[in-house]
């Protein structure tokens, strides 16, 4: 099994204790200082965000190998990573391992949905479209494919693990390869790009929701 490193596991210079402190433990006769506030775990959620997935995966790889994926992100990307290992700390080893195997899959199949520039799961307008019917979203998707392939890339790298999954086994082989081709352009979507996206692919769905069957 890979070495799980961590920015964590950085040697850092101890912080000298405060005179509180110092009362605290004189009256209490400890001999060691007070443990550190626990990170909130994201494992309680239902999937960890994109960064958080990322984090996660990068977090299992070993230390030599992961220091030199490091030094070819930009700053942006690193500070993101750092942050989200910080998130991250408290993820069992489990979890670490199968993030990584998934991005792996993920790679040798040769798709990887990149984290969007603006996304927040609690008020993102796609996921309320994944209770859409599953036929009906695919087939707006795969119409949108031939006018705006870069919308409906955005919008399966704005879907669940579970949905874009499902969508994307749909898809013809062609609209796949179209998307993908898509998909290098994600991270440099707007906020207000992508809330036209999503505008634009709601309004599709209400047209074909009120077309009659045939």
Avoid at 78 to 105: C, H
Avoid at 154 to 160: I, K, L, Q, T
């Amino acid at each position: 099994m890979p070495q799980v490193v961590t920015f964590s596991t950085y040697p850092t210079v101890p912080r000298p204790m405060s005179p509180g402190a110092r009362r605290v433990l004189r009256h209490t006769g400890s001999s060691t200082r007070p443990e550190p506030p626990k990170h909130r775990s994201i494992m309680g959620t239902a999937e960890p965000k994109p960064a958080d997935r990322a984090a996660l995966a990068f977090s299992a790889i070993r230390p030599r190998e992961a220091m030199k994926l490091s030094e070819k992100l930009s700053i942006t990307d690193r500070q993101r990573l750092r942050e989200g290992m910080q998130r991250v700390r408290s993820a069992p080893r489990e979890a670490r391992v199968a993030a990584l195997q998934r991005l792996i899959a993920a790679v040798q199949a040769g798709t990887v949905f990149p984290a969007p520039m603006a996304h927040e799961e609690e008020s993102c307008p796609f996921r309320r479209m994944e209770r859409s019917d599953r036929a009906l979203l695919s087939g707006v998707l795969e119409r949108q494919i031939v006018t705006d392939p870069l919308l409906v890339a955005v919008a399966f790298c704005h879907f669940s693990t579970d949905t874009r999954d499902e969508l994307w086994a749909r898809l013809p082989p062609r609209s796949r390869s179209t998307v993908q081709r898509a998909l290098g352009h994600v991270p440099a979507v707007t906020h207000s790009r992508t809330r036209r996206f999503s505008t634009d692919l709601d309004a599709a769905l209400r047209r074909a929701a009120r077309r009659p069957a045939s």
